[in-house]
Every structure is written in C-alpha cells, then in structure tokens.
C-alpha cells in the first residue's frame, strides 16, 4: 500500500515521492530493503536529503482516560545531495537495520492490530514535507514465535495486542513506548487470572520477557496485578512449553496488594497507567496461528483486511493535524 503525495510546500509542480518497501515482513533488529522512487516537477529541484521515519500508533492512559497519537521512533536518512531535472524519474534504494525493539505486527501471517508505518520526509531546497507513508510488517523473532506458541499450546489464546506509551523500570528499554500482547487465560488458570500480559523488549544479547497478568480478587481481597520478567537467549533451545509453563505458575501464584507494581520491575508510564489496560480501535484481531499456535477468537474490534486499510487514514489525519 502507497500513498503518493504532491510535496505540499511547494504546491503544484513540486516533486512527487513513492516508497516502496520490498516483499514480505520484517523482523526487530533485521533489515528493511526498499526503493525511493522520485519524479520531478515542473521545474529542476535540489534534493536536500531523503529521510525515512518509522513512526507507530501509541496508546496513552492517563487521569482522565486513554488517547492514541503517533510516535516516531527511528529516522534514516538514505540519500541526497543531487538535483533532480523537471520531469525527470530516480530511485534511491535503501537498506536500514531496524531497531531491536520494533514492535511485531503479524502472527504467521496474520495482522494483530498494531500499525506501524514508514514515512518518507524530502528536503527539498530549504523545504521539507513528508510526501509519502507506507505500512510497515514485522513478524516475531524465533525466540518470540516460539514463546508465544508455547503459550497458545498451554491453551491461552490471544486477545489483542497494543502499543503503549511509557517504560518498564529495571528493564533495558530504548523505545519510548512497549507492546503488550493481552492473552486470554487456559482453562487451568481462569480462576486465577483475567489475562496475562507479555511484553518482549529484545536486543543484540537476547530478549526480556515481563509477563503481567491482571489477578482476580478472593472473598476477602480484591483483584491486582502481578509482574516477572525473565531472559532468554536469541538462540537458546528449551522446552518453551515447559518453561513458559513454569513462568506461569511462577507468576500465579505470587501475592500481594491491588496494583503490585512495586520493586524493580514496576511499568512506570510517562502518564498514570490508571490500572485499566484496554486496547483500543482495531486492536482485537484474529490471530490463525495454526494448530500449533495462539487459539483463533476475535474480540471485537476490525478484522486484520480493515486494520491494513486504515493505516493511511490514520497517519495522514495525523499530518493534516501537525499543519
């Protein structure tokens, strides 16, 4: 999907700008491949720079509810320097490594509800305007895919997945915001738990795991949160069914008051988190992860075909806002 655009700045007769990314997904700390393809205008252009910027819609919980914006969170510049003739076609081809923590957009194919995008910013002779925007899917890491299937083998299945503005304490987080995958609870632990959370913030050693679930109350206590975190090696071979079973009842079972993000590990948001963790427009999507992987369940919401559609929309109401 491309969404081509006259360079506003410069009105009729400016340069046009079409990003296209290569083929299939991406993944965190991988690279992403494409092409910047440009046409002048209606009179010669000097190309300042080319720049790409991957920018995600981020949910935010606050005193008086839940907002979404959009958050850029990594540029590159890939070219510049030339002057582009009146009329005349070039492409620009790219290759950027992508942050470690880039959020995972897809499931074995499957969308999950979290956009990402790449706009393309010109420069063009003193003036700039982000011409172009494109979406952007990345699927998991082997060691994210197979954690998530272990769960989905343990009879959790997925609920909805959302990006949420803030930072996890103790962790070695670098993006200003973190995904939760919100899975609902296997049988054996509905009495326990709402949901359970999984947030995973990788890096060049390996991958941080949080889990949070959302805790029902007892008779004489009410519900609460609980949190763990654990590491694991990019390369590492377990019995994830196993093991992640074990961080599940590890996490279970631990006690305390409403709301016990106390100690190392307490998710301290740039905006209070509120204690209400809902995912919002078109976050609850289907997942087919195949007999292997999360169960399939829609929880409202758009379905992944509307979630790919809304994505210009989004970004470009978002510009249209900045002026």
């Known amino acids: ?86 009329g005349q076609r070039h492409s620009v081809p790219f290759t950027v490594t992508l942050p470690w923590e880039t959020p995972v957009t897809e499931l074995h194919g499957q969308h999950l509800g979290v956009v990402l995008g790449v706009r393309t910013e010109l420069a063009v002779a003193g003036a700039r305007d982000k011409g172009d925007l494109d979406q952007l899917s990345i699927a998991p890491l082997p060691v994210q895919e197979a954690i998530l299937e272990a769960f989905g083998q343990l009879g959790f299945g997925f609920r909805s997945a959302d990006l949420e503005y803030g930072h996890i304490a103790g962790a070695g987080q670098r993006l200003p915001f973190y995904q939760e995958v919100e899975l609902t609870p296997a049988p054996r632990y509905a009495h326990q738990v709402n949901e359970i959370e999984v947030t995973f913030l990788a890096n060049p050693g390996g991958v941080e795991v949080v889990l949070e679930a959302d805790k029902r109350g007892g008779l004489f206590s009410g519900g609460h949160d609980a949190l763990t975190r654990f590491t694991v090696g990019h390369h590492d ?79 470009e109401g978002d510009e249209e806002d900045e002026g």
């Open 1 to 86: 999907m491309v969404f081509k655009r006259l360079l506003g700045s410069l009105g009729v007769g400016g340069p046009t700008v079409d990003t296209v990314l290569d083929p299939g997904a991406s993944r965190p700390g991988g690279t992403l491949t494409g092409q910047v393809h440009l046409e002048g205008g209606q009179t010669d252009f000097g190309i300042e720079h080319i720049t790409l910027e991957l920018v995600a819609r981020v949910e935010a919980e606050h005193a008086e509810g839940e907002s979404e914006g959009v958050v850029a969170f990594e540029r590159f510049t890939v070219g510049g320097g030339f002057r582009l003739a009146a």
């Open 237 to 315: 071979s377990r019995d994830w069914t196993a093991e992640v079973g074990a961080w599940v009842r590890q996490l279970t079972e631990r006690h305390g008051g409403a709301h016990a993000h106390t100690g190392p590990y307490a998710v301290q948001d740039h905006h209070d988190h509120g204690g209400d963790h809902r995912s919002g427009p078109g976050m609850g999507t289907a997942v087919a992860a195949g007999a292997a992987g999360l169960a399939v369940g829609v929880a409202g919401g758009l379905v992944a075909a509307e979630v790919v559609d809304e994505v210009g929309d989004f970004f």
